[in-house]
C-alpha cells in the first residue's frame, strides 16, 4: 500500500509521468462494478444511517472485461467511493471525502498538494465502469482493510492480468 502510495505521489509531481510506466499491463481490458450489501451476522457501525440491517458493506470488483466499454474512471472516482463506504445513496461531500481519505492514508501536508494536483488532472486509468464481463474462468484475489482508493491500481493491474479481485 505505502509503495503504491509513494508511486502515485510521485506520479502526482510530474504531468507526463504514469504510474503505467512501472506495471505491464495484462492482455485484458479492466471492468470496474461496486455493490453494496448488509452482513446481518454483524452489528451495523456507529456511523451508519441504517442500523436495523447489520454491517453495511461496499464490495468493490475489479475483473477481466470482455472489450473496453463503458466510463473510463479516474483515480478520483476511486476516491470519490470512499464517501459512499457506509450509505450508497449519500452525496458526500468531495472536500470532506479527501480531507479524510489523505488523513486516513497518513499523507503529509507537503505531499498533499502533489496528490491533490493528481487528482485534479482526472486522468483515465485503465478501468472502465461496468464494462462487460470476459467469460472464462479466472482466480479470485481479495483485498481487506483499505478502500477502492488504496487498490485501485493493484486492483485493475491484477484484473488486467486474469484475475477477479474483490475489495470489502
Known sequence: KTIILLLLLACGANAQSTLYQYLTMGKYPVG???FYEYDASRTAVREQKEQTKGRFLQIN???PAAKKEGKALTFKDFVDLSGKELDENSAPDEQATLKAYLDWNGIADMARQNFIT???KKQSLYTSLNAPVKAGNFPVVLLMHGSA????FM??????QGYFVVQV
Not at 155 to 160: D, M, N, P, R, V
Open 32 to 34: 470496474f462494478q461496486t
Open 61 to 63: 470488483v475489479w475483473y
Open 118 to 120: 493528481y487528482l485534479e
Open 149 to 152: 482508493a488504496t487498490y485501485a
Open 155 to 160: 486492483g485493475e493491474y491484477l484484473a488486467s
